[in-house]
T-cell receptor
Framework: GIQVEQSPPDLILQEGANSTLRCNFS?????LQWFHQNPWGQLINLFY???GTKQNGRLSATTVATERYSLLYISSSQTTDSGVYFC?????????FGTGTSLTVIP | DTAVSQTPKYLVTQMGNDKSIKCEQN?????MYWYKQDSKKFLKIMFS???????INETVPNRFSPKSPDKAHLNLHINSLELGDSAVYFC??????????FGPGTRLTVL
C-alpha cells in the first residue's frame, strides 16, 4: 500500500520561530490535506491542496504532486499552534494519513 | 449547527459487549468515513461509504460493521469488543472524495 511519511516526527519551537513540516508519499495521489490535531483531540482542516501553493494567515502549504511531497510552513509560531500535524492523501475515495509531526511551541 | 457530530463522546464498556457509535453530518456530503486513532496517534481508515459503494479496509475485523440508515448518517457497530479495540474513533464526511471534515471523535475504552 501507499506509504505516507512525515518529518520531523517531533519539533520544539520557541514562540515566534518559523518551521517547515514535510510530507512524502510513495504513489500518485488524487488529493492531499493538512490537518492540525489540537491538544483536545479535534482534527482541524488546514489546507486542501492537491497541487500548488495556498496561504492562510501565518500558515502556507505547497504540494509538488509530480515529486510526491508537500510542505507546511508555519511562521511566527504561537503556543496555540502546538499539537500534531497530519497530512492525508487520497487514492480513490480512501484517505491515508501520515505518521504526524508533534509540534510544541514554548513561550 | 455542528457539521459532523458523533455520539457518545466517551464510551467505557466491558470486553465481549456489543456497542454502537453514531455519526451524523449536515453538510449534504455524499461520502462518509470511519477512522481509528490508536494510542500512538496513528490514524487509519476503516471504511468509506457512499450511496453506492462500501469500501472496507481489509485489515478491519468483521466484528466492525458500518450501518447507514440514510445519506446523513453512518453508524459504527462493534460486536464482541476486545481490549485492542480501545482507541479514538473518528467519523468524517466529504463531497465525493474531496476535502474531508471530521467529527469530534469518540474515545472507546474496553475494560
Amino acid at each position: 500500500g501507499i506509504q505516507v511519511e512525515q518529518s520531523p516526527p517531533d519539533l520544539i519551537l520557541q514562540e515566534g520561530a518559523n518551521s517547515t513540516l514535510r510530507c512524502n508519499f510513495s504513489d500518485s495521489v488524487n488529493n492531499l490535506q493538512w490537518f492540525h490535531q489540537n491538544p483536545w483531540g479535534q482534527l482541524i482542516n488546514l489546507f486542501y491542496i492537491p497541487s500548488g501553493t495556498k496561504q492562510n494567515g501565518r500558515l502556507s502549504a505547497t504540494t509538488v504532486a509530480t515529486e510526491r511531497y508537500s510542505l507546511l510552513y508555519i511562521s511566527s509560531s504561537q503556543t496555540t499552534d502546538s499539537g500534531v500535524y497530519f497530512c492525508a492523501v487520497d487514492i480513490g475515495n480512501q484517505f491515508y494519513f501520515g505518521t504526524g509531526t508533534s509540534l510544541t511551541v514554548i513561550p | 449547527d455542528t457539521a459532523v457530530s458523533q455520539t457518545p463522546k466517551y464510551l467505557v464498556t466491558q470486553m465481549g459487549n456489543d456497542k454502537s457509535i453514531k455519526c451524523e453530518q449536515n453538510l449534504g456530503h455524499d461520502t462518509m468515513y470511519w477512522y481509528k486513532q490508536d494510542s500512538k496517534k496513528f490514524l487509519k481508515i476503516m471504511f468509506s461509504y457512499n450511496n453506492k459503494e462500501l469500501i472496507i479496509n481489509e485489515t478491519v475485523p468483521n466484528r466492525f460493521s458500518p450501518k447507514s440508515p440514510d445519506k446523513a448518517h453512518l453508524n459504527l457497530h462493534i460486536n464482541s469488543l476486545e481490549l485492542g479495540d480501545s482507541a479514538v474513533y473518528f467519523c468524517a464526511s466529504s463531497p465525493s472524495s474531496a476535502q474531508q471534515f471530521f467529527g469530534p471523535g469518540t474515545r472507546l475504552t474496553v475494560l
